[in-house]
């Protein structure tokens, strides 16, 4: 089956890199620059060459001729960007690539694919991954989750690399609100270890974030299984403890009282923001998320967040 990525950030890129290895692959950018004579993604993936079979082209009605559709756009971009090309994409298997939830509506990638484009399967790709890292051709192991089971199964299949393992379920509420819900975490996380709390306090945040993920979840009809596999737990673990991590990374900036470039893709921020007003909705207690969302619209301070969660009143585990 013929294979496209639309969206060539630093995630869409490794992905066409490592599934060009097997088989051609279209990599679609709105501006391309000099990716297609270098070879490489010398803005987002510095470092990485292209395999002979990866496509870099700039026309999407070229690219949108394959049969599987990988979409590697930021979360708050999704709907436009399907709404804009729907009369390429519409029919096909979309699998989203992206985490989060979106801002304005509080829903995740499936529903927003199901909303804009009526035909599609939609599918997600989510797991514990750095682009980097896939694109070395490191080992990694994702999530492939798709509501039509066969429809998974062909995905799974067609998706996997030498570096790609991947796992399915048709439990997609579930891979996506572990990959949308970690990188708020993360934040948090990272803000622990920036205000120099210590990593006992980030494996608390850490274990108390993934009890929060689980309450949503759970409240969300998700699957618990879901939650403690790689696109819930693993994820977690993998963006809370690490500094290649963009959400990690901005949690470090705001304990360190540091500024953070604003143009870096960073989902937890709205995501946090989404999931606080979601959790206020459905009277759900998610104090970690809302400590987050209180540093993002700058109502609170890295001590002022702490000093509210390390005050709430005792319970039981
Ligand atoms: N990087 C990683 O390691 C991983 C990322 N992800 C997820 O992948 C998703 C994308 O992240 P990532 O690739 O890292 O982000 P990047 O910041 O590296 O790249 C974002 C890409 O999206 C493109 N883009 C932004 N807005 C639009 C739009 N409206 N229409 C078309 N293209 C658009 C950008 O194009 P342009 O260059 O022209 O601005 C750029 O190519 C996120 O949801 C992230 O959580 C998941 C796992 C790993
Ligand atoms: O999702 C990721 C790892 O699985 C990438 O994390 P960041 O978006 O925080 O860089």
Known sequence: MSIA???AGAFGTALAISLAHKGPVSLWARDSGNMAQARENTKRLPGCPFPAPLFVTEAIAEAAKADII????PMQKLRGFL??????????AIVACCKGIELETGLGPIAVIRETLAHAVPAILTGPSFGADIARGLPTALTLACADAEMGK???????TENLRLYRTTDTIGAELGGALKNV???ACGAVMGAGLGESARAALLTRGFAEMQRLAKHLKARPETLAGLSGFGDLVLTCTSAQSRNYRLGLAFGENLPFDSTTTVEGAATARAVDALARE???DLPI??????LIENRLDVPS???SLLTRPLKEE
Do not use: C, S
């Open 282 to 284: 459905h009277g759900l």
């Open 305 to 307: 967040a702490m000093k």
């Open 154 to 160: 062909t995905l799974q299949t067609a998706l996997t």
């Open 83 to 92: 709404a804009q090309n729907a009369g390429f994409l519409d029919g096909k």
């Open 70 to 73: 990988l979409v590697a756009v």
């Open 5 to 7: 990525v639309l969206g």
């Open 289 to 294: 998320t809302a400590a987050v969302a209180g």
């Open 185 to 187: 975490v993360a934040i």
